[in-house]
């Protein structure tokens, strides 16, 4: 699936608020960031919210829709047991997917579980009835796209690749058919699937046209992948890429996802990630993924405002030479 960005959502040169970076193991006191960096002319990237960077705030998922729209982002990235509460609370997908329409947002991705991946047959079965029902929900809201991290795969190794790539396989086909496309996801915590190369692997062995990868700067580092991996992926493979930064302390190991930073704020190659997600053709969707408990103390608004400014400065600065 192609991404369509609205271009009213392109006014890349607004000013938008940000706070103080905060004090971090291995970091230095940030620099208040009160602007956002003129951009490139010609970057190929598009900025979208995670709406586990607010999650702490307890918005419902209309109120995350409409401070995705209020503070700037092209897109918002949303958590499919959000979408379920919604319904279970008497929303209409239809009313939902013309309050999007209006707010001239895109539902970018979603954050879904299916344990598509797991050995066991009655839960895989499961898990495709789940993601059927899933996209099915997707799709009326205009959302072409979800998650499919190794959720079920997690605490013991040993997974056999092929089989996870016949299973991939399995949940790519269905994709197509409800046109909700599965994005292939790195989890550096897991026990499988948690290094790049492992995902590669999956992804080349499924052998679908439609296979997606959807990879992390966190998840990259918590995994122990060399970056320069990114270099190996085709543009159109990677349509969205969750943006974050890490700290130099605590150690990979015992790094968690409370951890992470705003991009800029820590210590990842955020120029070398940049530069290689950076496509001549089609763009990218930057999607700000954060679990930060120091920000969800914070005002929602302020940490939206500053997650995108943060994220259009690393963009200006990885192309700042070019």
């Known amino acids: 699936m192609k991404n369509q960005p609205l271009s009213r959502r392109k006014m890349l040169g607004a000013t938008a608020a940000a706070t103080t970076g905060l004090l971090l193991p291995g970091l230095t006191q940030a620099k208040p960031q009160t602007t956002v960096s003129p951009l490139p002319e010609k970057h190929s990237f598009t900025f979208c919210l995670n709406t586990s960077t607010i999650m702490g705030h307890d918005l419902n998922l209309v109120e995350q829709i409409e401070l995705a729209a209020k503070t700037g982002y092209d897109g918002i990235e949303i958590w499919i047991n959000m979408l379920q509460r919604y319904v279970e609370e008497g929303g209409k997908l239809s009313e939902l997917r013309k309050r999007i329409d209006d707010l001239g947002i895109q539902v970018e991705d979603a954050i879904g579980f299916a344990q598509w991946i797991a050995d066991d047959n009655d839960t895989r079965t499961k898990a495709l009835e789940q993601a059927k029902k899933e996209m099915d929900m997707l799709a009326q809201i205009g959302c072409h796209r979800i998650a499919a991290p190794p ?172």
């Open 151 to 322: 959720a079920g795969a997690t605490k013991y190794p040993g997974l056999d690749l092929d089989k996870a790539a016949e299973r991939f396989r399995a949940l790519v086909e269905l994709g197509v058919r409800m046109e909700v496309i599965p994005q292939l996801e790195v989890w550096g915590f897991s026990q499988n699937l948690y290094r790049l190369s492992q995902v590669l692997y999956v992804a080349a062995a499924c052998g679908h046209p439609a296979t997606r990868l959807l990879l992390d700067a966190y998840h990259l580092h918590k995994g122990g992948s060399d970056f320069d991996g990114l270099k190996l992926i085709r543009g159109d493979k990677m349509e969205i890429f969750h943006m974050n930064d890490y700290p130099g302390e605590p150690s990979r190991e015992e790094i968690a996802d409370k951890d992470r930073v705003y991009p800029g704020d820590g210590v990842a190659p955020m120029n070398q990630i940049l530069q290689d997600l950076h496509k001549k053709e089609g763009s990218t969707v930057l999607s700000l993924e954060l679990f930060n408990r120091d920000y969800w103390a914070q005002p929602v608004e302020e940490v939206a405002k500053t997650g995108l400014a943060k994220m259009q400065a690393a963009v200006a600065a990885a192309f700042e030479n070019n």
